[in-house]
């Protein structure tokens, strides 16, 4: 199978709402009168950011995932993406389970693939993202102020718990290792809480390298302080039965969560709640922004946490 035939049978669907899709130089697409474009790039490169073991559906989607994880973190809607995959060979299972995955997780967004690149070489999956937002709503990481509330979606520590599990570093029994496996592999990005999170969250980033990381993406371009509740940062019941350093790490420095961290203020409390009802998906206050800079991190008793941990850096460790 060449390369046009393998995009025309596993990439190339109807067109949706794309003026112009696959098969031309360029794609075009028209994003809504009188909206911004919200464009993000994520790769995943085998051995790097996915074990050799995952199902190639669960591939699929994850790749798509971690990048509609960035429009969410933005509030913005997804419009279309592109495609830059080298494959080392042409493997017609992987390509079914890959782009049934893909396809699965761009049909519930209602995001579109509208073109792409395909080439030979070492396993590789390059995505960028095409969303929209209203003009001056799009969430960011710089407008967080003294005396906003810290929030934080769902829970936060499943994927790093399996991967430490796959490592052989901590075991867990079938089921427990499925759940925690599936966060690691299939995450869902909150793309419904970030647009519902527009006009009322003060900034916000998507927490893919760790909760301590991505919060001081936020402190460092808002030029604000932090406190962190440690014990408040949600958790599933799988990781609450593990010792408690272990769930410390893998709240705080787990990373390929894509929850969302951000800020609202103060008397916002009942408004986020509500947004998350909207959104199908819980947020739990875990701190307070505050005008010192850098991030105090405290146990129940407000006593100061040592995190001994760095967030993840490609270039380091
Ligand atoms: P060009 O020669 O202009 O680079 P290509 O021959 O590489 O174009 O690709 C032909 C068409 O197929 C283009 O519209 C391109 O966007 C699309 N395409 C290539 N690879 C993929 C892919 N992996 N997924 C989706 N579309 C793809
Ligand atoms: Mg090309």
């Known amino acids: 199978m060449g390369e046009f035939d393998l995009i025309a049978k596993y990439f190339e669907r109807p067109r949706g709402r794309a003026v112009l899709g696959i098969g031309d130089d360029c ?176 900034s916000a980033a998507d927490v893919s390298d760790g909760l301590l990381g991505d919060l001081g993406h936020i402190l460092r371009r808002s030029r604000v302080g932090a406190r962190l509740a440690a014990h408040d940062v949600p958790r599933s019941e799988i990781l609450r039965a593990q010792p408690a350093s272990v769930q410390l790490e893998c709240t705080l420095a787990g990373g390929d969560d894509y929850e969302l961290v951000f800020t609202a203020p103060a008397g916002a409390d009942d408004a986020v709640r509500a947004a998350g009802r909207a959104a199908g998906v819980a947020v739990t206050r875990i701190g307070l922004m505050e005008a010192e800079p850098g991030l105090r991190v405290v146990d129940a008793e407000g006593g100061p946490v040592v995190p001994q941990w760095a967030s993840f850096d490609h270039f380091k460790s």
């Open 27 to 202: 794609a075009i697409v028209a994003p809504s009168p009188g909206m911004q474009l919200a464009i993000s790039t994520d790769t995943l490169v085998e051995g790097r950011h996915f074990l050799s073991t995952v199902p190639p559906e669960r591939l699929g989607h994850k790749a798509l995932a971690v990048n509609l994880s960035d429009l969410a973190a933005c509030g913005a809607a997804p419009l279309a993406f592109t495609l830059a995959l080298a494959l080392p060979r042409v493997d017609e299972a992987f390509l079914a389970g890959f782009s049934r995955g893909l396809f699965a997780l761009a049909d519930a967004h209602r995001i579109e693939l509208v073109g792409g690149d395909t080439t030979a070489g070492p396993l590789n999956i390059g995505i960028t993202v095409f969303g929209e937002v209203p003009p001056g709503q799009a969430l960011l990481r710089s407008g967080a102020r003294p005396g906003d509330a810290l929030w934080v979606s769902g829970t936060l520590g499943d994927a790093r718990l399996a991967l430490e599990v796959f490592r052989g570093q901590r075991s867990l029994d079938g089921d427990a290792f499925d759940t925690v496996r599936r966060a690691m592999e299939q995450p869902q990005p909150r793309v419904a809480l970030g647009e519902a999170l527009r006009g009322l969250a003060t």
